[in-house]
């Protein structure tokens, strides 16, 4: 029985071509889409999963209260590891490392900066990164070694033993290669290329040995001895800032390792999710077109019952049960998400390139994990019964006497399952079109916002190796100016785009003591705001006259507004209990997040603190070959280090990345949704257009033109598009406003996203429908009515 | 009113070429009543289709009223043909979706007749075809002679001057079939040009002239006596 229904099954999808392609090539396109949303769900969901005790791994969050808001964040005191360690039952281990952070590396001419990361031995005992070769027990202990991962050794060594050669660090220290490891999982959330002692951070920055509490500098990671001692752990964790500084208001919470990179929201001090709600939406968004496919068949299945009919007429005629006729419809459904798996699978491995160079991912299939295929037989088996189950019901209820007799008026019911489906489809379809324009118009808002400095043709150049001296970074600035290649140079503490470097030790007359306010400060250099394009509101900005002045501050807008200063320029106010004057307001620029507000700001004028010269690239030359003359003159002085320039636009892009992201995967994908769609209406179309044959061709020997005919047949499907939108705006208006709630910065929803649904789901239903029913439109009438 | 000269249509299907029409000359005046008759596969169809413009030959000429129809492009012949003929099919070929009034309507809509104007010419029918109480109807609900009655309302609404019938009285019992028939002969006693095609004797009776087609050739022509002397 199974080999003869197979066998009818095969020749019912050979018979219709057409309709075997649709439906295969629907299921095939969703098919893919799903998989492939699922593994970039499933390398989200994997991140920092990868180690053995990850369940029972915590990152320590540092809750800093101030009256207004609770900041979370998970910098710690370097003391934190030490203190739990000796004082807090439960925990297994407690490692403090850094976060990672460029630095040169060099074994002979070989040299790259590379990210690496200082740590203590309980850091890989939390971790536990897979060891290659050598000796990582001890590793961390000593002061002059090193722990390189796979590829940063195969780059300096090649295929030299790396193992006890020596190497160069920041082209000061001689470190002994003591451990390979494999390359740090491309989802795992602390980056790195190599290990390096804490000892040794301690011997380069000597004031981390006399940094106390009040000093958040590093990361801190427990390890409970089982997952059980978490309430007792917490509550021992919470409190212990206020145990070694008695007016601290700072608390300590536990952020699960697992959860670490989903649930990076912090709300009041507890995680309120974070990149898990965009996960969740790609979830949704992976079985929506699924469902769309299987819709599709649905659809089309059900519309060609009427010629089945005569089949299962006589099939029950000659005895067969109902259960063993929704047996075979099934098992051709079955079949045909087979045939539509294989496609998917091809075209999966087609797009997953682009795909990868699209969203800046490194998805592949993992063709050796069982959980990859147990995702695929099941998506499969799913597909077939939810895309077969409703058909195979409908067609197996017919009645053999009537449908022998032929079926008269009985199709309404169907007609209008087939019309919900539609409906359904096209209320998704103009959703994810009106979300991707709000998304797109958002995206576009915050990138034309002002952010207060002109960041096209800024460059930045990190002051490191010689660049460290105040002769060869003056001389840098004479040689770059004299080139012609820039036309102007300032210099920062920071880069341009960074955060960080914050303080609460920031009090003025009349503030309220238990007022809490963060503070970024930074370091800028002579003529800072004319070389960024920023703009001064009040007062003057720092000159070559202001050296090392740390007495002369310049405020942003938002920390005048903040301190209330009526006058700013010659006020007073302090910071770490010194006393400070204001010589100057800068307007608002952003370094932080576009999308809000700027925090307050202070800048001061130390020569010592500057980590970045900033230059202004010469509008009148040629971009290329000023940024080759920048090159060379940067090398030239600072010969062992690659040469590190960097556009500050490009570095201010990357703060777009989640939603840049959110935009292509929701227009990509949607894109396929729409696709599918019409897939279907193309099927629907194709199938009323023959079952009205003879209708449009009596219509055509009375007069009716090509048009009257198109017309006539889209007339319906336009009425469904124009329901499924007016379904969707309501729909897309919450799930749109919702999204951009999250933003300080939003646009207003305007009409345009609507206005873009509408006109685009027409057209596609409208070019869909005509597609196939002009052929019928201009087909010789008597063909059809000739032999009845 | 028409003539035809050397007109020839071929069928090409994979395996064979059928020559329907092969070099057939005619001419039909205005105000005639032709019928075609002979074998079946000799064309008959083929050429009935071909003067209502739903079909298009592969040589010859076809002049109406001095137009070279055959000439003519795909929306010309669509335009020519609402605007002068009528068909009535053997199998109705009526809209099932559609009411008897909406079916009658039909090609006045594609004419563009304004909806007041429509709605008399199809009560005006309805009345003369003793349809009035069917017009809410669908085809379904009504007989083969019914059913052929609206097809014949159908042609005649938009009052062509040509109508062209294919075997109207094929799928009828005989009284059903005159009453078809006496139709037809009304219409052309008030001036309308039919030409159709037929296997009866009897119905071709009704007409002033009678063409023999065998083969895609015209054959012979009779001329019913009596009926047809003054046109001639
Ligand atoms: N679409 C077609 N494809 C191929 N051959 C065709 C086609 N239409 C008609 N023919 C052939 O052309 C010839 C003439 O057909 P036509 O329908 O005109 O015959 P007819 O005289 O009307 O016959 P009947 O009295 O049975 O209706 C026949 O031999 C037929 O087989
Ligand atoms: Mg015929």
């Not at chain 1, 369940?55 to 800093?64: D, G």
Request: with cysteine; aromatic share 10%.
């Amino acid at each position: 029985m199974f080999k003869l229904n197979l066998k009818i099954a095969l020749r019912t999808l050979w018979k219709n071509k057409s309709y075997t392609l649709i439906n295969a090539g629907g299921l095939a396109i969703g098919l893919a889409s799903c998989m492939i949303l699922l593994l970039y769900v499933a390398h989200e969901w994997g991140y920092d999963k990868q180690f053995s005790g990850y369940e029972k791994t915590y990152v320590v969050y540092n809750n800093s209260k101030n009256n207004a808001e609770t900041l979370s964040w998970a910098w710690t005191p370097t003391l934190m590891a030490g203190e739990v360690r000796e004082k807090i039952a439960g925990v297994k281990y407690a490692s403090h490392s850094t976060y990672p952070n460029p630095h040169l590396i060099s074994y002979k001419q070989n040299n790259f900066k590379a990210p690496a990361v200082f740590a203590d031995q309980a850091f890989l005992k939390i971790l536990d990164y897979e060891i290659l070769s050598g000796n990582a027990e001890q590793a961390l202990t000593g002061v002059n070694t090193v722990i390189l991962t796979e590829t940063l050794a195969e780059k300096l060594f090649g295929q030299e033993d790396p193992i006890n050669k020596v190497v160069k660090f920041n082209n000061e220290e001689v470190l002994k290669v003591s451990a390979v490891i494999a390359d740090v999982p491309v989802n795992s959330s602390i980056q790195f290329e190599y290990l390096l002692p804490w000892a040794l951070f301690e011997k380069i920055n000597p004031w981390v040995k006399n940094s106390g509490w009040g000093n958040n500098s590093c990361l801190t990671l427990l390890q409970l001895q089982d997952e059980g001692q978490l309430s007792a752990v917490s509550a021992q964790m919470r409190d212990i800032y206020k145990r070694n500084i008695p007016d601290a208001t700072n608390e300590v919470v536990l952020q699960p390792l697992a959860k670490w990179h989903l649930y990076d929201h912090f709300e009041n001090g507890k995680s309120v999710g974070g990149r898990i709600d965009q996960l969740k939406i790609f979830f949704l968004l992976a079985f929506c077109i699924l469902l769309i496919a299987c819709v599709n068949f649905m659809n089309l299945s059900t519309a060609r019952s009427e010629k089945r009919a005569r089949e299962v007429g006589v099939r029950k005629a000659v005895g067969s049960s109902r259960a063993a006729l929704m047996n075979q419809f099934l098992q051709e459904s079955f079949l045909l998400a087979f045939i539509g798996m294989l496609t998917a699978f091809m075209l999966m491995e087609i797009a997953l390139p682009f795909f990868n160079s699209l969203l800046n991912t490194s998805l592949k299939i993992n063709y050796t994990d069982w959980r990859f295929w147990v995702a695929l037989v099941g998506l499969t088996l799913a597909t077939g019964f939810i895309a077969g189950i409703y058909p195979a019901f409908y067609l197996s209820s017919f009645e053999p006497v009537k449908v022998l007799k032929g079926f008269g008026h009985s199709g309404a019911a169907t007609l209008s399952i087939r019309k919900a489906l539609v409906v359904f489809q096209f209320v998704f379809a103009a959703c994810l079109i009106v979300c991707t324009a709000v998304i797109y118009q958002q995206l576009q808002y915050i990138k034309d916002k002002p952010i207060g400095f002109n960041k096209n043709g800024l460059i930045e150049i990190p002051m490191e190796g010689n660049l460290r001296s105040k002769e060869k970074m003056a001389l840098l600035k004479t040689q770059l100016l004299e080139s012609g290649a820039v036309t102007g140079v300032t210099y920062f503490s920071r880069s341009l785009n960074e955060g960080g470097n914050n303080t609460f030790s920031v009090s003025w007359p009349g503030k309220n003591p238990n007022d809490q306010v963060l503070f970024n400060f930074r370091s800028a250099g002579a003529s800072f705001s004319k070389t960024i394009g920023a703009e001064m509101i009040a007062g003057e900005e720092f000159s070559e006259a202001h050296h090392n002045d740390s007495t002369h501050m310049i405020l942003n807008e938002a920390a005048v507004a903040r301190m209330g200063l009526k006058h700013p320029v010659g006020a007073t106010f302090s910071w770490g209990g010194s006393p400070v004057t204001v010589i100057g307001v800068i307007k608002d620029f952003v370094v932080e997040s576009p999308y809000q507000a700027p925090a307050p700001m202070i800048l001061y004028h130390i020569e010592d603190e500057f980590e970045y010269m900033i230059a202004r690239m010469n509008p009148e030359g040629n971009v290329s070959s000023s940024v080759n003359k920048i090159d060379e003159i940067v090398k030239a002085i600072n010969p062992n280090y690659p040469v590190e320039r960097k556009f500050a636009d490009d570095n201010f892009e990357q703060k777009f990345q989640n939603e840049q992201l959110l935009g292509t995967i929701a227009n990509l994908f949607g894109g396929f949704a729409i696709f599918i769609s019409s897939l279907g209406l193309l099927g629907l179309a194709l199938f009323m257009a023959e079952q009205r044959k003879k209708e449009i061709s009596i219509r055509k020997v009375l007069g009716a033109s090509t048009m009257n005919i198109l017309t006539l047949l889209n007339k319906d499907f336009i009425k469904l598009v124009a329901i499924a939108n007016v379904i969707a705006f309501p729909l897309a208006y919450i799930i749109s406003s919702n999204w951009l709630s999250a933003y300080e910065y939003r646009i207003q929803i305007s009409l345009l996203p609507f206005g873009i649904a509408v006109l685009l789901s027409l057209i596609i239903a409208v070019l869909t429908v005509s597609l196939q029913s002009f052929k019928v439109a201009k087909a010789n009438p008597i063909d059809a009515l000739k032999y009845e | 009113m028409i003539r035809i000269e050397n007109l020839e249509k071929v069928y090409k299907t994979e395996e064979i070429e059928t020559t329907a029409l092969n070099g057939i000359n005619l001419q039909v005046k205005e105000g005639e009543f032709v019928s075609i008759m002979g074998p079946s596969g000799c064309g008959k169809s083929t050429l009935l289709n071909v003067m209502g413009l739903l079909d298009k030959p592969e040589s010859g000429s076809y002049k109406f009223m001095d137009t070279e129809l055959l000439k003519l492009n795909d929306r010309e012949r669509s335009n020519f043909r609402k605007a002068n003929m009528g068909f009535v099919f053997q199998n109705f070929n009526l809209i099932d979706e559609l009411t008897v009034f909406e079916n009658i309507e039909l090609p006045l809509i594609y004419n563009k007749v304004p909806a007041a104007t429509r709605k008399a010419m199809v009560n005006e029918i309805i009345q003369r075809m003793n349809i009035v109480n069917r017009s809410g109807h669908f085809p379904q609900q009504l007989s083969g002679g019914q059913q052929q009655r609206v097809a014949v309302a159908r042609a005649l609404v938009t009052k062509p001057k040509l109508v062209l019938a294919d075997e109207p009285t094929g799928n009828l019992d005989s009284s059903h079939g005159n009453e078809v028939m006496e139709l037809l002969c009304e219409l052309n006693e008030q001036g309308t040009t039919i030409v159709m095609v037929t296997h009866s004797s009897h119905d071709a009776g009704f007409s002033n002239r009678i063409i023999n087609l065998k083969d895609g050739h015209v054959i012979s022509e009779k001329i019913n006596k009596g009926i047809t002397e003054e046109l001639i």
